[in-house]
């Protein structure tokens, strides 16, 4: 299994990214998935997930409002679109599967995996 994340880089406060994480080895149209974030020095931080079928999805408050999350089960891909960037969002960004704890339902199978991060800079 493999997350491949993409769409990373140097934005100006108040810019948009949009990050891409396409899946492969999995049936990913079965799996929750979402982002999680690393900021320097600190601990992991949940950011978004998404329900299979998009019938749900998951903000972290400090995103709420700024943040979109998609995806396309027919291209095994999540996608994270970013508006409104702040400093407070510089972070590596994680794509992965292990979010059933903010979803509140299991993945088919109890492995999780995860990307292998993409940074995202916000900065003047």
């Known amino acids: 299994v493999q997350l491949q994340a993409s769409g990373g880089g140097l934005v100006q406060p108040g810019g948009s990214l949009k990050l891409s994480c396409r899946a492969s080895?999995?049936?990913?149209?079965?799996?929750?998935i979402g982002w999680l974030r690393q900021a320097p020095g600190k601990g992991l931080e949940f950011v978004s997930a998404?329900?299979?079928?998009?019938?749900?999805?998951y903000f972290s408050p400090a995103v709420k409002g700024r943040f979109t999350i998609s995806r396309d089960n027919a291209e095994s891909t999540v996608y994270l679109q970013m508006n409104s960037l702040k400093p407070e969002d510089t972070a590596v960004y994680y794509c992965t599967t292990d979010v059933s704890t903010y979803v509140g339902v299991f993945n088919p199978e109890p492995d999780d995996y995860w990307g292998q991060g993409t940074q995202v800079t916000v900065s003047s």
């Open positions: 080895g999995l049936r990913f149209s079965d799996y929750n």
């Open positions: 998404i329900r299979p079928k998009s019938e749900m999805t």
